[in-house]
């Protein structure tokens, strides 16, 4: 009878963990990703162009990029963007800079009209119309508010959706 070889610990180990990624990802994906849809921020236009204004700015030519640094406040028509710092990636086309990216850091907070949406981090894609906001995110509405990790608004149709642990408050309609 010839002996077995038993597995290095290091093998075995990995394809537990591996094994354990993969049903946890699974199981977040089914259950633990809580989605709440909502619409928030419709009915802006995404066209408009963008203000900005900012203690320092610092243009890198080469690699594409503005970096706004120190109470930046970017506008595009009645949306509002404030931040410590922002990155904005653009395009030459031509003589002609095309906006693709922002990507704000440090205590963001996005307004419109009676919407504020807050985060760590908010990414505003301007070729999918999509801004997202990552860290300690929420949306305040009227009485609602809406907490996550991540919070995405698609501008294009209105809707937003929250993952992480979701938590959040209705408002009820006061009755006489």
Same mark, same amino acid.
């Given at each position: ?66 970096? &706004?640094? %120190? @109470? ?11 931040? *410590?710092?922002?990155? /904005?990636?653009? +395009? ?53 508010? &809406?907490? %996550? @990790? ?11 959706? *929250?993952?992480?642990? /979701?938590?959040? +408050? ?7």
């Amino acid at each position: 009878m010839t002996p077995t070889r038993a597995r290095p610990f290091f093998f075995r180990s990995l394809r537990l963990r591996r094994a354990m990624l993969s049903g946890a990802a699974a199981a977040l994906a089914l259950v633990g990703a809580q989605q709440l849809g909502a619409q928030a921020l419709s009915g802006h236009n995404t066209n408009a162009p963008v203000d900005y204004a900012a203690d320092r700015i610092e243009l890198q030519d080469r690699q594409n990029r503005v970096i &706004l640094a %120190g @109470n930046v406040d970017i506008r595009q028509g009645d949306l509002r963007l404030r931040a *410590a710092r922002t990155i /904005v990636e653009f +395009t030459d086309a031509g003589g002609s800079l095309q906006i693709q990216r922002i990507t704000a850091s440090g205590g963001v907070t996005v307004t419109r009209s009676n919407e504020v949406a807050t985060g760590d981090v908010a990414i505003y894609d301007f070729n999918r119309r999509i801004i997202t906001m990552v860290g300690n995110a929420s949306l305040k509405r009227n009485g609602d508010t &809406l907490r %996550g @990790n991540r919070f995405v608004v698609d501008l294009n149709s209105g809707v937003s959706s *929250a993952e992480g642990r /979701v938590t959040g +408050t209705f408002s009820v309609p006061r009755q006489n």
